[in-house]
């Protein structure tokens, strides 16, 4: 007879290489086809996303999810104050600075975007544009809006990047592509009344999803990982 901790042994290499094999095909998809996702495939998307564990089982996770002339009518009301230069009101704050590894990092992929796509460096105006994008959400046939509540401050919002994560994933199982978008929530105010959300809910970011154009460029490069020993500390024996 089986035991239950031998049998979650012999089922234990084959969950991690699934687990291994989802984080490393998902990306960040810029470029996206026109058909939509049916809603049974999202459904099963948010079923996944919903077993992430959260403080005391909160789940403080609230989504909006447009589909077809809702997408649309948010990008009409997004990319408009985007483009202008209006001041950002995103509900958390931004990083005050990127420094060391951080800025080298971040350095290094906005190089790929930019080199794959042939911008030059220091090309302000059209690093600028490209930026801009994120508001057209890659031309993404969805849009999942993830809000937290008020009063649960950064917890709720460390709870909904579990959340966030899990809907990646669950996507990427499923055959859907997706980005998450923190450029979004620079306009949380306009998500609020755009949405008629009630004051208390604050933005923690978007998802655009769809099934990807592997045929565009933008979609061809894939960014680093730093090694075990850049990030790991081990303690003991």
Not at 85 to 101: K, M, N, T
Not at 172 to 181: C, E, H, N
Not at 208 to 234: C, L, M, Q
Request: with cysteine; proline share 5%; glycine share 8%.
């Amino acid at each position: 007879m089986t035991t239950d901790a031998s049998a979650t042994s012999a089922a234990a290499p084959f969950s991690i290489e699934v687990l291994e094999e989802l984080l490393a095909q998902r990306f960040s998809c810029r470029a996206y086809k026109p058909e939509p996702v049916p809603r049974a495939i999202i459904e099963r998307i948010l079923r996944a996303a919903q077993r992430t564990p959260s403080w005391c089982n909160s789940q403080p996770w609230q989504v909006v999810i447009t589909s077809g002339e809702a997408t649309q009518r948010l990008r009409d009301a997004l990319y408009p104050v985007a483009a202008s230069g209006a001041p950002a009101s995103g509900d958390f704050a931004f990083p005050r600075e990127y420094r060391g590894v951080y800025l080298e990092r971040r350095r290094e992929s906005g190089f790929q975007l930019y080199n794959t796509l042939g911008i030059a460096r220091g090309d302000k105006i059209a690093y600028a544009q490209q930026a801009l994008e994120n508001f057209k959400f890659f031309g993404a046939p969805h849009v999942a809006i993830i809000t937290t509540d008020e009063a649960l401050g950064v917890y709720g919002a460390v709870d909904c990047g579990g959340y966030v994560n899990n809907f990646l994933l669950a996507a990427q199982a499923l055959g859907v592509a997706t980005v998450p978008q923190a450029a979004l929530a620079f306009h949380s105010a306009v998500i609020r009344e755009h949405f008629s959300l009630g004051e208390h809910r604050r933005v923690v970011c978007g998802i655009s999803f769809g099934y990807a154009d592997h045929d565009h460029k933008i979609n061809s490069y894939r960014t680093s990982r730093a090694a075990i020993d850049e990030v790991a500390t081990f303690v003991g024996d």
